[in-house]
C-alpha cells in the first residue's frame, strides 16, 4: 500500500495540477521560486492568483499543503510523486488519463523539486503554532453597568465602567472564544507588556537581522 495519500479537500487542485502542460508547469515554478519565504496559504493564492492556470486557487492550497511531505529530510521526491499519482488514479479516475501516468509523474516531480520556499514557510508556520491554543483575533468591550436603585424613579443613579477582552483562538483546528473582564489597571498592564514586546521584538530584529533570515509569518 502505498505510504503517501491525497487527503479529499486537495483532490481538485491535484487533478489540475498534474494535467497541466509543459508550459503551464515552467511558468508555475518560476514564480513558486520568487515566493516569499514566511507566507501562508492566503498569501500563496495571491502570489499565484494572475497564472494562467484553471482552478488556481485550490492548487495553491494543495502546493503548499505539500510542505508536509517536504520537510521530511528521508523524502525520496520520486517516490512521493508516484505515491501521489497512484492514490488518485486508484480512487478518482474522473477527467484523469491513465496513459499519462508518467507525464502526471514528471509533472509532480518538477514541482516539488522547486518547492524550497513553501517547504520553508511551512515549517516555519508549523513551530509558530506548534502551542495547543493559537491566537486569532481579539475585541475589548466597554460597556457602562447600571446598579439599580431601589426606586427606579430615582435620579441619583450609579455606574460602573466594564472592560471585557474577548479572545479568539484556534485550538484543535476549530475557533474557540475566551471572555475576560479587565480593570484600568489590568489595561495598563497588558498596555506595557505589549509595548514592551513590540520593544524586544524591534531590538532583536536590529541586532540579528545581519546574521539571521528573520521569517515574517503571514496566512
Known amino acids: 500500500m502505498a505510504k503517501y495519500h491525497l487527503p479529499t479537500r486537495f483532490r481538485s487542485g491535484f487533478k489540475t495540477l498534474i494535467d497541466l502542460d509543459i508550459n503551464s508547469v515552467n511558468v508555475l515554478i518560476e514564480r513558486l521560486k520568487i515566493f516569499e519565504i514566511g507566507g501562508g496559504p492566503k498569501r500563496l493564492i495571491a502570489h499565484l492568483h494572475d497564472l494562467p492556470i484553471p482552478n488556481i486557487e485550490e492548487v495553491a492550497r494543495t502546493i503548499f499543503s505539500f510542505g508536509s511531505i517536504l520537510i521530511d529530510k528521508k523524502i525520496d521526491l520520486p517516490v512521493v510523486a508516484a505515491e501521489l499519482v497512484e492514490n488518485i488514479i486508484s480512487t478518482n479516475q474522473d477527467g484523469l488519463d491513465t496513459a499519462k501516468i508518467d507525464s502526471y509523474i514528471t509533472n509532480l516531480i518538477s514541482i516539488l523539486a522547486n518547492c524550497q520556499s513553501i517547504k520553508i514557510s511551512y515549517k516555519a508556520l508549523a513551530l509558530s503554532s ?53 480593570d484600568r489597571d489590568d489595561l495598563e498592564t497588558l498596555r506595557e507588556q505589549i509595548d514592551r514586546a513590540l520593544a524586544k521584538e524591534i531590538m532583536i530584529r536590529e541586532e540579528y537581522s545581519t546574521s539571521l533570515n528573520i521569517i515574517k509569518i503571514e496566512e
Do not use: M, P, W
Not at 443613579?157 to 484556534?170: C, D, K, P, S
Open 130 to 182: 506548534e502551542v495547543t491554543n493559537v491566537f486569532r483575533d481579539s475585541t475589548i468591550i466597554t460597556d457602562l453597568r447600571l446598579i439599580s436603585a431601589d426606586k427606579l424613579e430615582d435620579k441619583n443613579r450609579y455606574t460602573i465602567i466594564t472592560q471585557q477582552l474577548r479572545v479568539i483562538y484556534t485550538s484543535d483546528d476549530s475557533d474557540k472564544t475566551i471572555y475576560l473582564n479587565l
